[in-house]
């Protein structure tokens, strides 16, 4: 299945911008606008501060110069004295109005930040399991960290390095008129205008370059996290060079299109070197011929040197600011993407809470499918009393773990309606159904923290006692204290330090502890072996007990107690009863049961 197409993906760097505006000026909050009114003031006041400061100097320089060979007296340099005071002024405003406008301004992009990494978040985890199930981990880390770098970035240099430096240079130019001359005008406007066109075709190239480079970066690194959340894996098939081999071939990709970079670079940085000296060296020339015409003094081709050394710093790092706006633009418009996908699943306007009085579920004529070609579930009919243990059995593929997607409601039904207690699914909030519902996966994935985080996970809010006392009801206290530090202890990645039986009885007393009234075991001892599933069994069973429990099972032998057991084939109820009244009907479940059966007892013989 593909992804959504965003109308972001083809849209224009302007939309992208426009979505970033409320972020610049946060409705609701006054002190933050001010910030960004007060920052944009100290940044005119640095811009004005720059013009005057190359006069100055020019005004020293001349003070400097005794006419008709005439010595300096301390009288005459009272006055130089005071200019030297008002450059060195001038020079410490520029720089002291600049660092107050990053500093009032701060607040302001670091909240934007936060804002929008926070609002990715929240949408990334509100998206469908669907979604989720068609994109690599890796690569939408990537695109979340790129993006909010990109906002970053864009903050700081387009709002006051880009705006600024197109307004310094206008003012520029019109100072060249005003104190210089016309031709001095048209000398630099056509050096900037040659150096802008240049760097930014140059540019335009390195940004495809750039795009290049970024998709070796992000195969890479899907390629990693990939291998190292499979680690066993990797050992159980000795397969380390294998990886790495994969690994570096991708990382050969990026090291090309990065070269091709630094060399891109190299000839920027040269051409425009070239561009700006020309300029430099067209405008001093004129400036050295009108001082010996007298046209000009000593001190003004000062200035006229200052004023083009100021116009060649900003423009130096035109190509690289240039470049990183287009690729924060690129980067940008990726997480803006991201965030218009819409979520598949999503609650009604005004949707109550699911209210739970007795955990009574129905299925009601329920179909589903993945994709319009394949239907999955075929019309479903089951009702499950309340405080009643039904199993679902049936071969691969025949829809026994959609229907524990389908009441967590990761999917909408395709046709047909589940109910817990009369409600419709659909009619009620996500966060409330899923607060009803404890779930015991066929393989339990525990965060990266310690035991006693993974088990209060189930209720944040409850103390360590009730913590223990869950522990304890799972039957994982014991091998928790023997542990080096307890509770404490820390499960590595995806519970990797545990054995499977230690991360089950973690993940048992996880639900415990959000003590739900419906309990969904979705194959949650297949993956054991037969001694620790057995003992595994127990606690299960006694969670169950005043709790309606569905069990999607593939050991038979786990739900010989079941108050119903129902068979399902390629999306279609076939059979339905107890054990023994199944075993009776000499059906599908009656042979499955004689071909576990053997398989255990081939096993018994061979151990």
């Known amino acids: 299945m593909t992804d959504t197409p965003s109308p972001l993906e083809d849209g224009s760097e302007r939309s992208v911008i426009v979505k970033v505006i409320p972020y610049l000026w946060p409705k609701g909050e006054p002190a933050l606008k001010a910030r960004v009114v007060l920052a944009l003031l100290a940044l005119v006041l640095a811009k004005v501060v720059t013009l005057l400061t190359p006069l100055f100097f020019g005004k020293t320089v001349d003070s400097l110069a005794p006419e008709n060979g005439e010595a300096v007296t301390f009288l005459m340099l009272a006055g130089p004295v005071a200019l030297v005071l008002g450059f060195g002024f001038t020079r410490l405003a520029q720089v002291g109005f600049a660092q107050l406008r990053d500093a009032v301004f701060s607040k302001v992009g670091q909240r934007a930040l936060r804002k929008l990494a926070l609002e990715t978040f929240q949408h990334i985890h509100a998206l469908s399991l669907r979604y989720h199930l068609t994109r690599k981990t890796g690569g939408l880390s ?192 990726e997480m803006f993407g991201l965030l218009e996908q819409p979520a598949e699943v999503t609650d009604k306007p005004g949707a109550p809470k699911l209210n739970v009085p007795h955990g009574a579920i129905s299925f009601e004529g329920v179909a589903f499918s993945y994709d319009p070609d394949r239907e999955i579930l075929k019309g479903i009919d089951l009702e499950i009393g309340a405080g009643q243990t039904v199993a679902v059995v049936g071969p691969s593929g025949s829809g026994k773990s959609t229907i524990g997607r389908l009441l967590f409601r990761f999917y909408d039904v395709t046709a047909g309606a589940i109910r817990i207690d009369g409600q419709d699914l659909r009619d009620v909030t996500q966060e409330s159904l899923r607060g009803a519902i404890g779930v015991v996966p066929q393989d339990t994935v525990l965060f990266n923290d310690s035991i006693g985080y993974n088990i209060a996970y189930g209720r944040p809010e409850a103390t360590m006692n009730e913590v223990i006392e869950a522990a304890k009801a799972a039957q994982c206290h014991d091998f928790i204290m023997n542990l080096p530090q307890g509770y404490d202890t820390m499960v590595g990645e995806r519970g990797l330090k545990l054995s499977g039986g230690e991360k089950q009885r973690v993940g048992i007393a996880r639900t415990i502890l959000k003590n739900p009234p419906i309990l969904l075991l979705d194959e949650a001892t297949s993956a054991l072996d037969t001694e620790t599933e057995k003992s595994i069994q127990d606690s299960l069973t006694e969670m169950g007990q005043g709790r309606t429990v569905i069990t999607i099972a593939h050991r038979l032998s786990t739900i010989v107690h079941a108050d119903r057991i129902v068979v399902l084939e390629a999306g279609v109820v076939t059979e339905s009863g107890t054990h023994e009244e199944l075993l009776q009907l000499h059906g599908r479940y009656s042979r499955m049961w004689a071909r576990q059966a053997a398989e255990e007892e081939d096993e018994e013989q061979d151990a």
């Open 142 to 333: 990537r695109i979340i960290e790129r993006g909010v770098k990109g906002v970053d970035f864009l903050l700081r240099f387009m709002l006051f390095s880009v705006g600024p430096l197109i307004i310094e240079l206008l003012m520029m130019a019109v100072v060249f008129w005003v104190l210089f001359g016309f031709l001095y005008m048209v000398i630099v406007i056509v050096t900037i205008g040659i150096y802008i066109v240049f760097t930014f075709r140059v540019t335009e190239m390195r940004v495809a370059i750039r795009k290049r480079m970024n998709e070796r970066d992000t195969d890479a690194n899907q390629k990693a996290i990939d291998s190292l959340l499979n680690f066993e894996t990797v050992k159980y098939f000795g397969s380390e060079r294998r990886e790495a081999e994969r690994y570096d071939e991708s990382m050969a990709g990026y090291e090309k299109e990065a070269l091709a970079t630094n060399y891109s670079l190299a000839a920027l940085n040269f051409g425009q070197s070239v561009i700006i000296t020309a300029g430099l060296m067209g405008v001093l020339i004129m400036a050295a011929l009108d001082v010996q015409a007298g046209k000009l003094t000593v001190g003004e081709f000062t200035v006229v040197n200052m004023y083009m050394m100021q116009i060649t710093m900003p423009l130096n790092f035109l190509g690289t600011v240039y470049r990183e706006i287009r690729q924060a633009l690129t980067d940008m418009r």
